[in-house]
């Protein structure tokens, strides 16, 4: 009976294929697309000033909402955020990820790799947590500025406007410290992926013909490598985008476009604004992921 079914399935290489990819499918189609469509089709809603009741009826004043002075700065602060974030990650992650795919041996690199990703075998809230510990003005972040007699300098980038707070903890350079943590490993692992597809022939010849070691970066390593950086980019800065639990746990009462959601679909109740504000990150990562194929980025995953 066994070999009967097996061979009736391998003589229909299409309907394995279609009851592999069934589920998978149909859950996507369903659940993640339908879940999308749901939040299109509110956010052309919009809910009665006087009643707060949804009203059902096609219209874009909720759209019209978002580019208010207060959602913009919103959006504003979320994206700068998230270009800060990606850009500090990929200037720390670049040279580990060269190291790695071209220096290290193979048990050096099998190390690394793990020490890379150790930090994602842990919860996400225990690292945001933790980080909140050691911000804080009573952790040892604080501690090793006391020792080093560094306090006041620490206190002037606090004051600064915009990134300062009353401590670390509670600042958006704590949060821009936290982010770039946090979602370095994903920087990491597709730029050292891309460095390992550079041929070692092209970096020698590269040098027989004179070229610098800075020439070679700017012009073999660095462009043969850019789609890892992409690919890389797209993990950074959608995840800073969209993240609201580490400006809820560090941040001040400046939103982010997470925490903006949040507000106004549990908080407020307006499901319509809550669904625009939403569709506007995703409209940015549909644009920079057709932006990123354009690239090779999907090449280096």
């Known amino acids: 009976m066994l070999l009967r079914i097996s061979a009736y399935f391998y003589r229909r290489q299409r309907l394995v294929l279609l009851l592999l990819l069934g589920p998978p499918m149909i859950y996507m189609v369903l659940v993640y697309l339908g879940a999308l469509l749901s939040l299109l089709i509110n956010s052309f809603y919009s809910i009665d000033d006087f009643s707060g009741v949804l009203i059902r009826e096609f219209t874009l004043r909720t759209y ?45 690199k099998t190390w690394l790799l793990i020490g890379v990703t150790i930090p994602l075998w842990s919860s996400y809230l225990v690292r945001v947590y933790a980080w909140k510990l050691i911000l804080a003005k009573e952790g040892i972040l604080s501690w090793f500025v006391d ?31 936290v982010f770039a943590y946090i979602w370095l490993p994903y920087m990491i692992i597709p730029i050292q992926t891309a460095l390992e597809r550079v041929p070692a022939s092209l970096l020698e010849a590269s040098s ?22 992409v690919a890389g980019s797209i993990f950074t800065f959608s995840l800073t985008l969209g993240d609201f639990i580490i400006p809820l746990v560090l941040g001040n009462s400046k939103f982010f476009i997470g925490q903006a959601v949040y507000s106004y679909q549990g908080t407020g109740g307006n499901i319509p604004l809550a669904a ?18 354009k690239l090779g980025a999907f090449d280096a995953l």
Request: no cysteine.
């Open 64 to 108: 019209a909402q978002i580019f208010n002075p207060a959602n913009r700065e919103v959006f504003l602060r979320t994206a700068t955020m998230a270009a800060a974030v990606t850009f500090t990650d990929a200037l720390i992650a670049f040279p580990l990820a060269y190291f790695i795919a071209k220096f290290s041996s193979p048990r050096v």
């Open 276 to 293: 625009a504000m939403t569709m506007w990150p995703v409209a940015i990562m549909v644009a920079y992921l057709l932006l990123a194929r």
């Open 147 to 177: 020792l080093l007699r560094l306090t006041g300098p620490l206190d002037w980038l606090l004051g600064l406007p915009g990134i300062g707070g009353s401590s670390l903890s509670l600042s958006p350079l704590g949060m821009f410290i």
């Open 208 to 229: 027989d013909l004179g070229a610098r070691p800075f020439q070679t970066f700017r012009r073999v390593i660095l462009p043969m490598s850019f789609p890892g950086v």
